[in-house]
């Protein structure tokens, strides 16, 4: 709840960003979190430390003007908003998606600031993207977009100063021809800049994996709490895209099984467990439809403009994008039976569908402590670059596996030590929070 002090803090952000209904919501979950930290730490209240957080250091909006393969002239809009640096270089991936506006840029910024101090790496938060629709174009005009997007960006980013990565509709091929372009422009080799590379080109091991990895140790430690673990249960796992696809690989290996996933126009429901090279092979491979399995599996259903989780499972891993899971998707989860909700994508649930949840006995794990496991390896693709070293799969798997522990444990000491046991929401959100704050607090009023 807000407290008189967080609603004139609130009330500000709305009216200083208007139209802006993801961010308003992003900060709203946070700033509700905080009524017991200005009460311990009157010092935060007084230095306006969460009126600055929600102020992004800078924002950059530009014109993106590219040539389509029938020789047409395409105008889209370009975002990089570099939120916070008190902890280290602004990091954050790019997102290429129709539905992309300054709004949707900020919450995920904003989220990216408390998620990327929860993996205790020295990465401030930022976002970027555009709206641009990276959906049926050809290889070509994926490469002209990209070029045209890096030879505005680059004057604002560098491994000192801003470090993008991939997000939905950003993936390797597209950090190749921002890379590609980037290295054109400034004539510098440097590897720090982005992360998401190539292996044979300064990426790391294991980042690809890594979102989907590590949100599932993160249910893992949560499951564990519980005296319980994936193995023998059902989940369900919506999207079907990098997160997705590395979430139920795992969820695998680890003795569960994946009944479900998804794409925006509908899902797939393989009582016998989702094969996910098929699902690789379909998505990585062809960049085809996930209506396309049922082609290949007979004991699957392809269920056209569906609700994924009306899928009873006792797992639930929503890992396609914000606001997917409604007030009435988490009653109808509760009611199935389900025990545990890890959220790949970033902020899957509404507000109705987190309070549902907080108001059960279900392990919610929000996705800035779940998911950020992607920019957690991020972070050690950056250590590598810097030493000119390259690590193994299994030494830089068993990092992330040590942050992902990391990140639960504080996040389940915090909520405890400020009175909300068991919600990681409220642990999440203040352990976020507190490094950024402080090391603000450092730094004077800047
Ligand atoms: N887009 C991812 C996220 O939401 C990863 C960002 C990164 O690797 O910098 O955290």
Same mark, same amino acid.
């Given at each position: 709840?807000?407290?008189?002090?967080?609603?004139?803090?609130?009330?500000?952000?709305?009216?200083?960003?208007?139209?802006?209904?993801? @961010?308003?919501?992003?900060?709203?979950?946070?700033?509700?979190?905080?009524?017991?930290?200005?009460?311990?730490?009157?010092?935060?209240?007084?230095?306006?430390?969460?009126?600055?957080?929600?102020?992004?250091?800078?924002?950059?909006?530009?014109?993106?003007?590219?040539?389509?393969?029938?020789?047409?002239?395409?105008?889209?809009?370009? !975002?990089?908003?570099?939120?916070?640096?008190?902890?280290?270089?602004?990091?954050?991936?790019?997102?290429?998606?129709?539905?992309?506006?300054?709004?949707?840029?900020?919450?995920?910024?904003?989220?990216?600031?408390?998620?990327?101090?929860?993996?205790?790496?020295?990465?401030?938060?930022?976002?970027g993207?555009?709206?641009?629709?990276?959906? /049926?174009?050809?290889?070509?005009?994926?490469?002209?977009?990209?070029q045209?997007?890096?030879?505005?960006?680059?004057?604002?980013?560098?491994?000192?100063?801003?470090v993008?990565? /991939?997000?939905?509709?950003?993936?390797?091929?597209?950090?190749?021809?921002? !890379?590609?372009?980037?290295?054109?422009?400034?004539?510098?080799?440097?590897?720090?800049?982005?992360?998401?590379?190539?292996?044979?080109?300064?990426?790391?091991?294991?980042?690809?994996?890594?979102?989907?990895?590590?949100?599932?140790? !993160?249910?893992?430690e949560?499951l564990?709490?519980?005296?319980?673990? @994936?193995?023998?249960?059902?989940?369900?796992?919506?999207?079907?895209?990098?997160?997705?696809?590395?979430?139920s690989?795992?969820?695998?290996?680890?003795?569960?099984?994946?009944?479900?996933?998804?794409?925006?126009?509908?899902?797939?429901?393989?009582?016998?467990?989702?094969?996910?090279?098929?699902?690789?092979?379909?998505?990585?491979?062809?960049?085809?439809?996930i209506?396309?399995y049922?082609?290949?599996?007979?004991?699957?259903?392809?269920?056209?403009?569906?609700?994924?989780?009306?899928?009873?499972?006792?797992?639930?891993?929503?890992?396609?994008?914000?606001?997917?899971?409604?007030?009435?998707?988490?009653?109808?989860?509760?009611?199935?039976?389900?025990?545990?909700?890890?959220?790949?994508?970033?902020?899957?649930?509404?507000?109705?569908?987190?309070?549902? @949840?907080?108001?059960?006995?279900?392990?919610?794990?929000?996705?800035?402590?779940?998911?950020?496991?992607?920019v957690?390896?991020?972070?050690?693709?950056?250590?590598?670059?810097?030493?000119?070293?390259?690590?193994?799969?299994?030494?830089?798997?068993?990092?992330?596996?040590?942050?992902?522990?990391?990140?639960?444990?504080?996040?389940?000491?915090?909520?405890?030590?400020?009175?909300?046991?068991?919600?990681?929401?409220?642990?999440?959100?203040?352990? /976020? @929070?507190?490094?950024?704050?402080?090391?603000?607090?450092?730094?004077?009023?800047?």
């Amino acid at each position: 709840m807000l407290n008189e002090k967080l609603t004139v803090v609130f009330n500000e952000v709305i009216a200083r960003n208007p139209g802006e209904a993801e @961010f308003h919501q992003a900060a709203q979950e946070v700033i509700e979190c905080l009524g017991p930290v200005l009460t311990r730490h009157p010092e935060i209240g007084r230095h306006k430390i969460i009126n600055r957080i929600c102020e992004p250091e800078r924002q950059i909006i530009f014109r993106i003007p590219w040539v389509d393969d029938n020789n047409e002239v395409q105008i889209n809009r370009g !975002f990089r908003v570099e939120f916070n640096s008190a902890l280290g270089p602004y990091k954050g991936g790019l997102r290429f998606h129709p539905s992309v506006y300054l709004g949707i840029i900020k919450f995920l910024g904003f989220e990216q600031i408390f998620k990327n101090a929860l993996t205790g790496l020295p990465i401030g938060g930022g976002k970027g993207g555009s709206d641009f629709n990276p959906k /049926g174009k050809s290889d070509g005009e994926i490469m002209r977009f990209c070029q045209s997007f890096m030879t505005e960006l680059y004057r604002h980013i560098g491994e000192h100063t801003d470090v993008p990565a /991939g997000d939905i509709g950003v993936g390797g091929r597209e950090i190749g021809f921002l !890379f590609g372009q980037y290295k054109r422009i400034t004539n510098r080799y440097e590897s720090g800049v982005l992360t998401g590379k190539g292996l044979d080109w300064g990426g790391s091991l294991v980042r690809t994996e890594a979102t989907g990895y590590g949100s599932v140790y !993160f249910v893992d430690e949560m499951l564990k709490v519980r005296g319980s673990s @994936f193995e023998g249960k059902t989940a369900v796992v919506s999207g079907s895209g990098n997160v997705a696809i590395y979430t139920s690989e795992k969820i695998h290996e680890l003795g569960g099984k994946v009944v479900a996933c998804s794409d925006s126009n509908g899902y797939i429901h393989d009582r016998d467990g989702i094969d996910i090279e098929l699902v690789k092979q379909i998505k990585e491979v062809q960049r085809g439809r996930i209506s396309e399995y049922v082609q290949e599996r007979k004991s699957a259903k392809y269920i056209e403009g569906g609700n994924i989780w009306e899928i009873p499972c006792e797992i639930a891993m929503p890992s396609a994008t914000e606001n997917e899971i409604s007030g009435k998707d988490a009653k109808t989860l509760v009611g199935n039976g389900c025990i545990a909700v890890g959220e790949g994508a970033n902020m899957p649930s509404t507000p109705e569908a987190v309070k549902v @949840f907080l108001g059960t006995e279900i392990a919610y794990g929000p996705g800035k402590a779940a998911n950020a496991g992607g920019v957690a390896t991020s972070a050690l693709e950056m250590q590598q670059n810097a030493s000119r070293d390259s690590w193994t799969f299994e030494y830089t798997d068993r990092r992330l596996r040590a942050i992902m522990k990391n990140i639960h444990e504080s996040c389940y000491e915090t909520a405890e030590e400020y009175g909300s046991p068991g919600n990681y929401v409220v642990g999440a959100n203040i352990s /976020g @929070f507190l490094k950024v704050a402080n090391s603000m607090l450092s730094m004077g009023v800047i």
